[in-house]
């Protein structure tokens, strides 16, 4: 069965540093990978995906995440963080060769941004 | 708006109450998903749809939960007899298939269970 890990359930960060949120998958075969951004009271909103091609994909607001089929791991980053990158980031997988399949969501990673 | 709305937005109930939620998806998405989210966790999957079909249900979906999608448009997810585990966020999103991998979530139903 596939699994998502994200280490760490809070990451805080200085406005200006990089931002670096880990996410590590599991599954016999290299799934399609998602990171999705949730603001509070609102739902969630795709920052970036991987499904083939490029192993370094690059979303919006300025994220890009590298897939490592090595390391099974799709970490997100940013180079500088913004006080608006404030919120809950989500990274998900679903099963490769089902287009549309189910999501499976990590527990999240809660960013803070610091002035 | 051309998202993907769900009425209510809040919803509080007595343990024991039904309640019934409603999800309308962007207008050319086949696919429909609902999710439940508690607080401190990431979405888990419930159910989806292809047009009116439901392809997978997950074993989190009681026998006092069902989804339908009558005519392959807006869906339904109802809660029997609910309890105060139900407390949750239940978020929809839809998905065109064969053209994009993005499932477009709305903005999600709170369900507090009293």
């Known amino acids: 069965a596939q699994s998502v890990t994200q280490l760490g359930s809070h990451v805080s960060v200085s406005e200006g540093a990089l931002v670096l949120l880990r996410c590590n998958y599991s599954?016999?075969?290299?799934?399609?990978l998602f990171w999705y951004v949730q603001y509070p009271n609102q739902g969630l909103q795709l920052l970036l995906k991987?499904?083939?091609?490029?192993?370094l994909v690059k979303g919006i607001n300025g994220f890009e995440a590298e897939f490592k089929k090595s390391e099974t791991s799709f970490h997100l980053t940013k180079p500088s963080a913004h006080m608006s990158d404030a919120a809950e980031y989500f990274c998900?997988?679903?099963?490769?060769?089902?287009?549309?399949?189910?999501?499976?969501f990590g527990q999240g990673t809660e960013l803070s941004v610091k002035p | 708006d051309t998202g993907v709305s769900q009425d209510p937005r809040h919803k509080i109930t007595k343990r024991g109450q039904n309640v019934t939620f409603r999800c309308d998806p962007i207008?050319?998405?086949?696919?429909l998903y609902w999710y439940r989210q508690t607080l401190g966790q990431g979405p888990e999957f419930l159910t989806y749809f292809q047009n009116e079909a439901q392809l997978e249900k997950s074993r989190l979906l009681s026998d006092r939960f069902s989804a339908e999608r009558p005519k392959g448009s807006f869906s339904t997810l109802e809660i029997q007899r609910t309890e105060q585990g139900d407390s949750a966020m239940y978020l929809c999103a839809s998905l065109a298939s064969g053209v994009s991998y993005e499932q477009y979530f709305g903005p999600g139903t709170r369900l507090t269970v009293t």
């Open positions: 998900a997988v679903s099963e490769r060769g089902n287009q549309g399949g189910k999501l499976i």
């Open positions: 207008s050319e998405h086949n696919r």
């Open positions: 599954s016999s075969v290299p799934p399609y």
């Open positions: 991987y499904t083939t091609g490029a192993t």
